[in-house]
DNA sequence: TGCTGGCACTCCCCCGCAGTGAGTGCCAGA
DNA sequence: TCTGGCACTCACTGCGGGGGAGTGCCAGCA
């Protein structure tokens, strides 16, 4: 096992690291950190983290950076979630408060999160599958065409166009507008299924083939809206990112672009606490560079959704961290309130 | 006025210059098109081109460049809208179709953009300001709170919440929801305001309040609304953009997180026909070195919102706007059937 | 055993330099 | 008005040497 002062060492690397993006030195760590050795003793220290694999050099006779290792050893064990001031606190309800719209919430999120973190961020829109249905419409746009609106408890709404087998009458309309109702609000969408399956039988005949047609359509929301819509904000932020650019900024910014990936990247991360993905541990390799930062949030004490941030391996974790944290629990109330 | 034989010089150097990104000289230029001149010929053309500011050398003893003012001429007089080849209308048909959604039509226009003009990719959502009302739906979630959902022509859906001074009865809102959209289905919503100005008075004085709120916040629906939603995609494409990575891709990528920046840019394309804004003619700053090129589409035979794509001013004018124009027009198609 | 100072060594980085070549401007002649 | 020829400019490349930051190792000391 490492000694207190190695970790220590290894502490002062990345803190020293991220700060000023360069290699660091055994006498430039002794004279910016109080560790009380000398240069020497600093030297042997990091031959012994390098044959360990937490911190590596670019070329001989040059300073020490950390790897992927070092950085989760640091962020594992040495590092603390950096609360976040109190006119930061600040900036996050003067920013967040007046959102009316989910997607405004949402959009302020993102930019919030961005500004915060000066990095990518990334965030999910509230997930269907675990919230609850608060209402569902159905309109009768013409006499064989019906539009359903599905409205849940996050303020999410969906609509789709349905075409029926047969005309549907007004009454009939209401009728099934109603019992639908009855059945799955303040459901949850998961249960749904189930809830409705038995509802054709129940109305009369040349009916039957409309009711079913709704009644697929609904499910198939449910199963499509699965594949969850995110937003991301940001980007800019990734010019800061090192001098070798296109080399690095080009898959990241491809990344960005595959929804798929994203939300991959966002569902690893487990529903309690932060997870921190560092270099290679993401699994995608236009991302082996970065690391992620995400947290589920939601309006209750279950997570709904995730958001995060996308930068640099070579980020200052307790900041980021702290953040993210405050970020996520802030759209929680907003989300609770409403 | 400048000879045919200097257009023609123009035409070259803008040519070779999107092939190469590399300043280009007069010897490269007569081996490369049969201009029927020795490169000493085509020297003092380009002198008279310079002095005339169409082209600049970046330094001497450099090929030349085209300015914007050379753009301007090229797009202007001497390049027309390349067609698509038959694949690629293929490919635009094969993207689109299947797209059930407003947003999954607006996010496949995007990826679809990117690809074709490997630039990046932005789409205006439908303007509610001159789409017309299909449907307004009030539910009651709450014995004094109201969900009111706004439906448009052209798929768009908008939910607020609303906060009513009393209690609503079922029948009022029955009553009210028919006579509102009695009112307003299929006119225009900016015919709306006055077309319900009167409606409260024909309500009982206990309910009056609830209609009043509820209007207003229809109309502020409305007017929050016309600040229009877009998005954007293909912003890894910018990799391609120069050499000179940080400086250039900067600005960009910070321009195109303003929504209303972008909005603005989108907003200055005329309403028929294609806009290209060249380099500097762009009012925003950061867009200096780059192009919009943008089109208006709709459902029927009048824009509804508007779609473009932004790139270096070094670009293949007549591909982009070839491929801009189809996809506006296709676009317009899908969403004059839904 | 562990820390320290000293010392030789290794490379990266920066700078100046000359050679090369593409491109220009100008001029005289067809 | 076009052309070939010619001198000139200047970015780009490759090379070599000094400077410096940093390392690894070793001998001495608590």
Redesign the pocket.
């Known amino acids: 096992m490492l ?1 207190e ?1 190695r970790l220590e060492v290894l502490r002062a690397i990345v803190q020293d690291y991220v700060g000023t993006e ?7 760590l002794t004279e910016r950190h109080k560790l ?6 600093v ?2 220290d ?2 012994v983290l ?1 044959d360990e694999g937490f911190i590596a ?8 950076i950390p790897t992927d290792k070092g950085y989760r050893l640091f962020v594992d064990k040495l590092a603390g979630v950096k609360p976040l001031s109190s006119p930061e606190r600040r900036a996050i309800q003067n920013f967040m408060d007046g959102a009316v719209d989910l997607d405004d919430v949402v959009a302020r999120t993102v930019r919030l999160l961005a500004q915060l973190t000066r990095q990518v961020a990334v965030v999910q829109y509230p997930s269907l599958t675990r919230s609850t249905v608060r209402h569902v419409e159905l309109l009768s746009l013409a006499p064989a065409r019906l539009m359903l609106v599905l409205i849940t408890d996050t303020g999410r709404v969906e609509q789709r166009m349905i075409d029926c087998p047969a005309p549907f009458g007004e009454t009939s309309l209401a009728d099934l507008r109603a019992r639908l109702n009855s059945r799955v609000v303040g459901r949850r969408f998961a249960d749904v299924p189930q809830l409705v399956q038995d509802l054709p039988e129940s109305f009369d005949k040349e009916d039957r083939g409309t009711v079913s047609t709704v009644l697929s359509t609904l499910l198939e929301t449910l199963v499509e809206e699965t594949e969850e819509r995110l937003m991301i904000g940001g980007t800019a932020n990734l010019t800061r990112f090192g001098h070798d650019f296109p080399l690095t900024i080009r898959p990241v910014l491809e990344a960005l672009e595959e929804q798929v990936v994203l939300l991959k990247l966002l569902g690893e991360a487990t529903d309690s606490g932060m997870t921190v993905r560092i270099g290679h541990e993401n699994a995608h390799e236009g991302l082996s560079s970065t690391s992620v930062v995400a947290v589920g949030y939601g309006s209750g004490d279950e997570a709904v959704a995730k958001l995060g941030v996308v930068g640099p391996t070579r980020m200052d974790y307790p900041g980021t961290m702290g953040a993210v944290r405050a970020v996520a629990r802030y759209v929680g109330q907003i989300l609770a309130e409403s």
């Open positions: 000694s002062r360069e290699p660091v030195g055994s006498k430039a009380g050795v000398s240069p020497a003793t030297r042997n990091m031959a390098e050099q670019p070329h001989t006779s040059a300073g020490r």
